[in-house]
Nanobody
Framework: QVQLVESGGGLVQPGGSLRLSCAAS????????MGWYRQASGKQRELVAQ???????NYADSVKGRFTISRDNAKNTAYLQMNSLKPEDTALYLC??????????????WGQGTQVTVSS
């Protein structure tokens, strides 16, 4: 059993910043990648940013230059620093981890999400 717990969401004015955290715990041998996705009301879930265990990152075009993903492998935690936030960034932000279990099975898991609202 693996759990992902996100935190750091909230209400922020346009142009503001937030830092999201995603902590993974449970029967994890290693984490191959961690990613942040978002789902706005009435829209499909989309990838925001992803980072591999080796530190290779990938971003959606809409957030390049504004968001930065990082991870602490020792803590099994990923972070998303979000700067210059726009109203269109408003969404439920969810964390996804792809990992190998202690039984050496490849699995993935989602967190419950943390709401980010950008509004004046």
């Amino acid at each position: 059993q693996v759990q992902l717990v996100e935190s750091g969401g909230g209400l922020v004015q346009p142009g503001g910043s937030l830092r999201l955290s995603c902590a993974a715990s449970g029967s994890i041998f290693s984490i191959a990648s961690m990613g942040w996705y978002r789902q706005a009301s009435g829209k499909q879930r989309e990838l925001v940013a992803q980072i591999t265990s080796g530190g290779v990152t990938n971003y959606a075009d809409s957030v390049k230059g504004r968001f930065t993903i990082s991870r602490d492998n020792a803590k099994n935690t990923a972070y998303l620093q979000m700067n210059s936030l726009k109203p269109e960034d408003t969404a439920l932000y969810l964390c996804k981890a792809v990992f190998t279990t202690t039984e050496r099975n490849l699995r993935f898991s989602w967190g419950q999400g943390t709401q980010v609202t950008v509004s004046s």
